[in-house]
């Protein structure tokens, strides 16, 4: 069926820093991917999203880019702030509308 | 106003028990869903509703029972709660699933 894998985590990062969480899946058709994020204590919330090969979403500086030809949707952000310590979820909607999602990474960013 | 809300935040009870956990929303989406989220952070669907209809019926104990009243609300009964019940449970809708999700802040449930 379906999948999504993500990197391990934790990333360890200083602020200001480059950020990549790779993100691959595996699907029969043509998913919609997700991020979304879990800050300490609370629920998630959609990062940002792309429904088509080739798209790129985008917010609050982070971004991914849906690579079919790679099955990725890596995330991206140029430079980290301690705000966006939280746990990363990719994730893939199939044609059955439910969310399949990765396994998490969790991000520490250091002063 | 909150999109997606649950109710009680936090549950402590004993195995063996019964328990419920509601959830509404006030998006107007049709489809309302529970994920279990575990202590590694995984998480997994476990039910969706659309407009009342059982749509979603992953692999569940039976003891793990949802309701839907109306298309805003969608409760999840528990019944003879086990230690490995433990978990965080998320309600959430959509209207389309092309837009993603948008959940609640979650129960989180111990089974002691």
């Known amino acids: 069926g379906d999948s999504v894998t993500q990197m391990e985590g934790p990333v360890t990062l200083s602020e200001e820093a480059f950020l990549t969480i790779n993100c691959t899946y595996t699907a029969t058709g043509y998913p919609s991917l997700f991020w979304y994020v879990q800050y300490p204590g609370e629920g998630l919330q959609l990062l940002l999203k792309a429904t088509k090969a080739d798209d790129k979403g985008s917010n609050k500086g982070f971004e991914a880019t849906y690579r079919k030809e790679t099955t990725s949707f890596h995330l991206e952000k140029g430079s980290v702030q301690v705000s966006d310590s939280a746990v990363y979820f990719c994730?893939?909607?199939?044609?059955?509308?439910?969310?399949?999602f990765g396994t998490g990474t969790r991000l520490q960013v250091f002063p | 106003d909150t999109a997606v809300s649950q109710t009680p935040k936090y549950l402590v009870t004993q195995m063996g028990n019964d328990k419920s956990i509601k959830c509404e929303q006030n998006l107007g989406h049709d489809t309302m869903y529970w994920y279990k989220q575990d202590s590694k952070k995984f998480l997994k669907i476990m039910f969706s509703?659309?407009?009342?209809?059982?749509?979603i019926n992953e692999t569940v104990p039976n003891r793990f029972s949802p309701k839907s009243p109306d298309k805003a609300h969608l409760n999840l009964h528990i019944n003879s709660l086990e230690l490995g019940d433990s978990a965080v449970y998320f309600c959430a809708s959509s209207q389309r699933q092309l837009y993603g999700y948008t959940f609640g802040s979650g129960t989180r449930l111990t089974v002691v």
């Open positions: 994730a893939l909607s199939d044609h059955t509308d439910k969310l399949i």
């Open positions: 509703y659309n407009n009342k209809e059982l749509i």
